[in-house]
């Protein structure tokens, strides 16, 4: 047996190694088997007591907790009973208490794997339209070491279109894709949409006569010089803080808006998408700069709705101008009427074109003021799958 040191400081060393809880006394000592072989004196000769080395602290064999344990009262008795028992419950439960392993959940992706989910989700046709799409998009602009995507390009297109198909928010898109915030979802739709806006407009192209001839419809039999449909409509858009942005406002609509003009061949194919203007601007400035006459040849005819004031800059081209007879008196004679009515008929084709366009219901309503910078590409990734989508009229109306 060792007794204590007399400094204060080595008194306190060991009361702390021993864990008596209690300070330690003149006559407090201490069993050799808290110390090492190395701690003693070496000694010559046998039947000697062994002394320790100065500053020796003990080492060996301590015990792990105050050897002095505190009194509770019955209630903290009680207290610490009641969390031993939640303890073992807990592990008695543990695996039960996992409902549900969110890594092995299906992906936003794979719910919509079959063509009927993936129209209804995103307004691509099919399966194969989507990896075709994903693929384009990875040759366009592929992932870099400054561009980093916690999607693939399959994802990042699904998310994009969804907003714009069914105009979710940004932030209901981070929940149903498990991102950080809103912000990293209006990330990846811009980016999402100039790229997707690439790809697609190779669909978007202006045919040559032939195939227009080819592919006229029978509503056209007195109508075989037209080459291309023209047609604007309107597209809300929230109100501007800038003065400057005037322009937006639509007399017509009584709202602020964006006017998109859309031509289409007799057959309903979008061949010309132009960039949107200012609700205030006339169809006929806006069809000055769709640049259609010098993509007509002599003799081709424009059809057009009666608003459209092109006769002068068409006779410059020598196009000619298909519309609906003006009403000058109370009602249309026989021949106007008969003529209305064909051109009603056949003219018909370009409004159901734009109403497939604006199933995109981000196309439909108020469109947010920060995502009118990418409005003609949201106009041309639309127009894209629509031309990529089944014909607006059947076989047997050709």
């Given amino acids: 047996m060792h007794q204590v040191p007399k400094d204060e400081g080595e008194r306190q060393k060991w009361a702390i190694a021993i864990k008596t809880g209690k300070k330690l006394g003149d006559k407090i ?14 000694t010559m000769g046998t039947g000697k007591k062994r002394r ?5 602290i003990p080492s060996q064999n301590l015990p792990k907790r105050m050897h002095d344990k505190a009194v509770t009262s019955p209630l903290k008795r009680r207290w610490q009973d009641r969390a031993d028992r939640v303890k073992k419950r807990a592990v008695r439960l543990k695996d039960v208490g996992v409902q549900v392993d969110f890594e092995n959940c299906a992906s936003v992706v794979s719910n919509v794997s079959c063509n009927r989910r993936l129209i209804s989700a995103t307004g691509i046709h099919s399966v194969q339209l989507l990896n075709s799409l994903a693929k384009c998009c990875d040759e366009i602009a592929p992932e870099s070491g400054l561009k980093k995507f916690s999607l693939c390009a399959r994802d990042r297109i699904v998310l994009c279109m969804m907003k714009i198909k069914l105009n979710i928010s940004f932030l209901a898109l981070a929940a149903i894709f498990d991102l950080n915030n809103s912000q990293t979802v209006a990330n990846y739709f811009y980016d999402t949409v100039i790229v997707l806006s690439r790809v697609l407009k190779s669909v978007v192209f202006w045919p040559e006569k032939e195939d227009v001839l080819k592919n006229m419809p029978r509503s056209f039999s007195k109508f075989r010089s037209t080459r291309a449909l023209l047609d604007a409509y309107e597209i809300p858009v929230e109100k501007p803080k800038c003065i400057r942005c005037i322009r937006l406002y639509s007399h017509y609509k009584k709202n602020f808006t964006a006017k998109v003009m859309m031509v289409c061949t007799p057959s309903g194919f979008i061949s010309l998408c132009a960039e949107a203007y200012g609700g205030r601007a006339s169809d006929k400035v806006v069809t000055k700069h769709t640049k259609v006459y010098e993509k007509c040849y002599p003799g081709d005819a424009l059809m057009v709705d009666k608003g459209f004031a092109i006769d002068d800059e068409c006779k410059e081209y020598m196009i000619n101008v298909i519309r609906p007879p003006f009403q ?71």
């Fill in 52 to 56: 320790l080395k100065p500053g020796v």
């Fill in 29 to 42: 000592t201490v069993c050799s088997k808290h110390f090492q072989q190395e701690d003693y004196i070496i």
């Fill in 328 to 398: 000058r008196n109370k009602k249309y004679s026989k021949s106007e009427s008969v003529q209305c009515a064909k051109i009603a008929r056949a003219k018909v084709h370009v409004e159901r074109v734009i109403q497939r366009v604006r199933e995109f219901e981000l196309l439909r309503g108020k469109i947010p003021w920060n995502v009118c910078p990418y409005l003609d590409s949201l106009v041309m990734i639309a127009s894209g799958l629509v031309n990529l989508s089944n014909p607006i009229m059947a076989l047997d109306k050709y």
